[in-house]
């Protein structure tokens, strides 16, 4: 965690515009400690009717000023659906609108393989991860079978970077004759893998690409030589499992990097260093955990061992930050008896109470931070990092008491995809039962 902004010893533009947010998260808290046991509990309800009414207005129809994310459109059909589904089903989002959603982004899908931003455009490999996950989220045979998977792997393909190409090589680029950086690495990766039709064609050399992304920083690059940054060290570390962990990204350094990122005194995460704490990292940044998680057993070293026991141990100082009204003082990640815990990484308690009380809109919608407008993007990524809190260890640190009736527990999300686990598993089966024959 980081240190709050009124510990350091000069002013600068940054660390006063920490400490004014600080100060703005501060009087969240307040409130809350003043509120009586059962207001608090009130307080950390999942707001599920007015984000789900927010959400299904989206789906039918965006007012003009979305006009902007025109080729991201498949974008807004997965982070429409993926947060309604994160919430559970209701009778609102139902077979005719899942078929609606499936009809919309087939005429999205490119004849040569690949989705576009929308009908007509260029394929590329972010609104094709976008749609792929749609389709899994929507979870039927119909949109699982709207996939042209031949026509996909050979985008794939055709977006992979030799490796022999210096710098560059073993990448993929997001569209033809486009820009090589680690998001298309993830993202071809993960298109591959939830259709079931990843190779060696499209995993050779790959690791090479994903290890020349890591900074000294410790977090994952854009591309090589760049700053370490949350979605991009998502990314990275993604690849790095779903390359069956052949990298040799230095895993002790991300590690270290990534619990340096959640705010001691907002609950939430940053993106970079020396940024402001930002919703849509709950999940970029509170993602890392459970794939470190599943990391962390198979390594046995001391390095990884010394990482962890100085992660704990700041952890244990969180609540001398100077600040008596910080989420980690009132949200102290829960005691512990497994080193291999992901509360011993993080403070999923921490993370939640941001989502909860700083990032939800009392009329639907969740935000980036208190004073910004809520947006689809942000509260996809909010709900998805206050499931990967609310699971995490085996759900010993979920925040309120969940007796309201209707008052559960959101999905569980696969981290390594950020689709729920029902619907992956779903469409393992269906795959299972359609199996691919790469074309020579």
């Known amino acids: ?73 498949p974008w807004l059909c997965y982070w429409i659906t993926h947060a309604l589904t994160l919430m559970g089903e209701t009778e609102e989002f139902n077979a005719d609108l899942k078929s609606d959603v499936v009809d919309f982004l087939s005429r999205c899908q490119d004849k040569n393989g690949g989705f576009g931003g929308g009908p007509g455009q260029i394929p590329h490999l972010a609104s094709t991860y976008a749609a792929v996950c749609a389709l899994l989220t929507i979870g039927t045979e119909e949109a699982l079978a709207s996939i042209d998977r031949t026509a996909t792997y050979k985008f794939l393909i055709r977006q992979k970077v030799p490796s022999d190409i210096p710098v560059i090589g073993g990448g993929f680029r997001m569209h033809d004759d486009g820009e090589v950086d680690i998001r298309g690495t993830y993202t071809a990766l993960a298109v591959a893998h939830m259709l079931d039709i990843k190779t060696d064609v499209i995993t050779a050399g790959v690791a090479a690409y994903v290890e020349r992304c890591q900074t000294y920083e410790g977090g ?49 995460f940053m993106g970079r260093t020396n940024k402001l704490v930002d919703g849509c990292y ?9 794939l470190l998680n599943r990391l962390v057993p198979k390594l046995q070293e001391s390095s990884v061992q010394c990482t962890m026991e100085r992660v704990q141990a700041a952890m244990e100082q969180q609540p001398r930050v100077g600040r008596e009204n910080s989420a980690s003082t009132i949200f102290s990640a829960a005691q512990v008896d497994e080193v291999g815990s992901e509360c011993a990484l993080y403070n999923p308690r921490g993370l939640q109470a941001w989502i909860l009380i700083c990032c939800q809109v009392e009329t639907g919608g969740l935000r980036d931070k208190p004073g910004e407008s809520k947006d689809y993007y942000h509260t996809c990524y909010c709900l998805s990092g206050l499931s990967v809190a609310q ?46 024959v790469p074309s020579t």
Not at 403 to 432: C, M, R
């Open 1 to 73: 965690m980081t240190t709050a902004a009124s510990d350091l010893p000069m002013d600068t533009l940054t660390s006063i515009d920490q400490q004014d947010l600080e100060e703005r998260i501060e009087v969240f808290y307040q409130k809350f400690l003043q509120l009586s046991a059962k207001e608090r509990n009130e307080t950390l309800v999942l707001l599920r009717k007015q984000h789900t009414q927010y959400l299904l207005k989206g789906i039918r129809r965006l007012s003009e000023a979305h006009r902007v994310l025109d080729a991201s459109r």
């Open 220 to 268: 994952i690059g854009g591309e090589p030589c760049t700053e370490a940054h949350g979605g991009y060290t998502f990314c990275g570390l993604a690849s790095h499992v779903l390359l069956d962990c052949k990298t040799k990204l230095d895993i002790p350094s991300i590690l270290r990097w990534a619990t340096a990122r959640q705010g001691a005194v907002e609950g939430g």
């Open 282 to 290: 709950s999940f970029w940044q509170g993602g890392i955990f459970p």
């Open 391 to 436: 699971h995490s260890d085996a759900g010993k640190s979920r925040l309120g008491d969940f007796s309201t009736e209707g008052d559960l527990p959101l999905e569980k999300t696969e981290p390594l995809l950020n689709i729920v686990e029902k619907n992956v598993k779903f469409a393992e089966a269906y795959w299972n039962a359609h199996p691919f």
